[in-house]
């Protein structure tokens, strides 16, 4: 097993870089024993496209990239085991091939399994858990190389499928499968206000999001349904739109709106005014969930009651429409189904995503200042892959299991073997 000395870990927003002692790619579950038996501190890195510093290092930073095999798809009970470093991408081609799909997904596909399930990270529908709510069953290698499995039908599965990668090193997982379906996407615009009042109408979608290019009065909606019909996309629509206009004419826009600030309002209302469309298409679910790979930009995320909606909704187009910021990034609305996961950001309440997002500038400090007052004043909980500054005492204030997860993680690991700045901020 190759250990490389002095590594430089850089996130994929670059906004979090940091030089771990060591860095390793185990390719066996017993050189994750080994390693971890080896050294005192230990951090796991996925495909490092958190914002949030979770993967800085104190001394070894292991990554799973080649630990990322499939051990069994048992297509009867639709459910397959993986290792934990195996990226959605890869899940997503290889059960395309056999004709299932992952049930839900978020924007794109790039993270590793296990470091999408250990933020809480979610896609978009009101009758959708976030993505942990797909594993059935995990193996997770402790501070003492000891391999615990974590079912889903006991309570410790909860404690610890969000585990932000301070408990130990999740080695693999079973994933509740499902048979290919394609996803009937239905894209326009509508003005922001009328989509708040009828918003229990769109909820009704499978799927049901929003983009918004602050000021614009309208947004984009975007409606999927879940359908076994043919895909019926058409080749040049894609090349055209979801492959030139969407990645190179978008990131040259945002460029443009980085050097000129007062063209942003401008290009906002232009990029609105493309997605008017409508969009009609049916295709591969996950060919509609996972849009192109965005430019580098900086964002916060945060999940709120869904029973204060329309509320907070108002607050926030107010929020950005009414302040000095000027804008060069979509802002994205969403909504996920509650569950029971202890550090989930959806615990015990259906909620509504939203956040800040913009390309990384002077203003970028005021605006997720201004964004987290006005997401505590709602008793949001941040998004653990994001940017967030929270107390322990705002935590514990809304989060019913943090003190219980303190005490799982005192338990699993007594000598913060996993943890790091962070972790010891949040947690310790
Ligand atoms: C362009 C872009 C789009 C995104 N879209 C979405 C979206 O649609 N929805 C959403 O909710 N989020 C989204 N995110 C956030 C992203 O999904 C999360 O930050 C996710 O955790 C990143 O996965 P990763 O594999 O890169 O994990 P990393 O960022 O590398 O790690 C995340 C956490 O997982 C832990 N971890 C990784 N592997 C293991 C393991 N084997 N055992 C234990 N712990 C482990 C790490 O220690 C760390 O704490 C997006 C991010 C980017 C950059």
Not at 315 to 338: A, P, V
Not at 360 to 378: G, P, S, V
Request: net charge neutral; hydrophobic share 35%.
């Amino acid at each position: 097993m190759k250990i490389t000395t002095g590594y430089n870990f850089k996130n994929w927003a670059r906004n979090i870089q940091n030089k771990s002692q060591y860095y390793c790619q185990p390719e066996t579950e017993e050189e994750i024993i080994e390693l971890i038996r080896k050294y005192a501190k230990i951090r796991v890195v996925g495909t490092g496209h958190s914002w949030s510093a979770l993967c800085e290092s104190e001394e070894l930073l292991i990554n799973l990239d080649k630990f990322n095999k499939v051990i069994s798809f048992d297509k009867a009970q639709e459910t397959i085991r993986v290792q934990a470093g195996i990226k959605l991408y890869q899940l997503n081609e290889l059960l395309d091939k056999e004709g299932f799909a992952l049930i839900n997904l978020g924007s794109i596909a790039k993270q590793s399994l296990a470091g999408a399930i250990a933020t809480g990270t979610h896609g978009s529908g009101i009758a959708f858990q976030c993505l942990a709510s797909q594993v059935l069953e995990f193996n997770l290698i402790n501070a003492n190389g000891e391999k615990i499995t974590y079912n889903k039908e006991e309570e410790a599965f909860n404690a610890a499928i969000i585990g932000l990668g301070c408990l130990g090193v999740i080695t693999e997982m079973t994933l509740k499968v499902t048979k290919a379906f394609r996803l009937h996407d239905q894209t326009y615009t509508y003005t922001f206000d009328e989509v708040i009042e009828h918003l229990d109408t769109y909820l009704q979608y499978d799927h049901f999001k929003l983009w918004w290019f602050p000021p614009t009065k309208e947004v984009v909606v975007y409606t999927y349904t879940r359908t076994q019909q043919e895909s019926n996309d058409s080749k040049i629509r894609k090349i055209l739109k979801d492959d030139i206009l969407s990645v190179w004419a978008y990131r040259i826009l945002v460029k443009v709106g980085n050097l000129v600030n007062k063209w942003r309002n401008p290009i906002n209302r232009f990029l609105t005014g493309q997605m008017k469309g409508p969009l009609d298409r049916i295709e591969k679910s996950f060919l509609v969930f996972n849009v192109p790979e965005p430019p580098k930009h900086r964002e916060t995320e945060w999940a709120f009651d869904i029973k204060n909606a329309k509320e907070i909704l108002k607050g926030y187009q107010q929020l950005f429409t009414e302040s000095d910021f000027t804008f060069n990034f979509i802002q994205e609305i969403r909504f996920t189904k509650g569950d029971e996961f202890w550090l989930s950001e959806c615990y015990g309440r259906d909620s509504i995503w939203i956040g800040a997002y913009n390309h990384e500038d002077e203003q970028w400090d005021n605006i997720l200042k201004t964004f987290e007052t006005f997401a505590m004043q709602h008793h949001g909980r941040p998004h653990w892959g994001k940017e967030f500054n929270v107390s322990k005492e705002y935590l514990e204030a809304n989060y019913p299991k943090y003190k219980d997860f303190i005490m799982h993680k005192e338990q699993a690991d007594p000598n913060e073997k996993f943890s790091n700045n962070i972790i010891k901020k949040l947690f310790c």
